[in-house]
């Protein structure tokens, strides 16, 4: 089974942190991918990323960046933490092609 | 670019009763579909997919969604649900060009509350 690792269930930060998020996976997929979860919005799109060192932008960027050193981890950080950041964080990886995508089981980060 | 509608935010529907959530997309491309469904407090989990072939998909937990291109729906259904049913089920969609295929496109999710 593909697994996908989430380093943090939940997460109590302050405002004007700096807040790293992690994820593993197992499955030696080239695409990983970063979503934030809020209620009535559904999942929302913050970076993904096809290959080590490379990433895109998705739907909702600002106040995110990300980090791919390694395939099998993709990082997302929040440089100066906001309380409009708090949020549930799911991380999701795919093979090229079919894409499905294949999540953790999320961090949900409050932002104080 | 691709869209998708969940026409309903929240089902309640009683245990052992038939319940369908529905799904309309909107693509100018030939697309993949997806149902994913999440649990409280965990990530999402791949209910079924449509990749080609039978339009009639069966998926995990007796759940099955019909593809239907000419309405442009995918449809979930299924014929008695349990207590343990109860959760949000989100509707995806993907370009099957493989172009620009990476992504998801999700819809907004419907609760479904299965009563005792």
């Known amino acids: 089974d593909v697994k996908v690792t989430q380093s943090s269930r939940y997460l109590v930060k302050r405002t004007g942190e700096k807040v790293f998020l992690e994820c593993v996976q197992d499955?030696?997929?080239?695409?990983m991918f970063w979503y934030r979860q809020d209620p009535g919005l559904g999942l929302r799109l913050i970076y993904f990323s096809y290959d080590v060192k490379m990433k895109e932008k998705g739907d909702i960027p600002e106040g995110y960046s990300v980090s791919r050193e390694k395939k099998e981890r993709f990082s997302l950080i929040l440089e100066s933490a906001s309380t409009n950041q708090t949020s549930m964080y799911l991380c999701?990886?795919?093979?090229?092609?079919?894409?499905?995508?294949?999540f953790g089981a999320g961090t949900r980060l409050s932002v104080l | 670019a691709q869209s998708v509608t969940q026409l309903d935010s929240q089902v309640p529907v009683f245990e052992e009763a038939p319940v369908e959530l529905r799904c309309n997309y909107s693509?100018?491309?030939?697309?993949?579909l997806f149902w994913y469904v999440q649990y409280p407090n965990q990530g999402l989990q791949l209910l079924l997919k449509?990749?080609?072939?039978?339009?009639l998909v069966k998926g995990i937990n007796g759940f099955e969604a019909e593809f239907n291109k000419s309405q442009t729906s995918f449809h979930l259904r299924k014929p008695s649900v349990h207590i343990s049913d109860t959760a949000e089920y989100f509707c995806a969609v993907s370009d099957s060009t493989g172009a620009g295929s990476y992504q998801l496109t999700f819809g907004k999710g419907t609760k479904l509350s299965v009563i005792p």
């Open positions: 499955m030696d997929h080239e695409n």
């Open positions: 999701a990886s795919s093979l090229t092609g079919v894409n499905i995508q294949y």
């Open positions: 693509s100018s491309v030939s697309v993949y």
């Open positions: 449509y990749l080609s072939g039978s339009t």
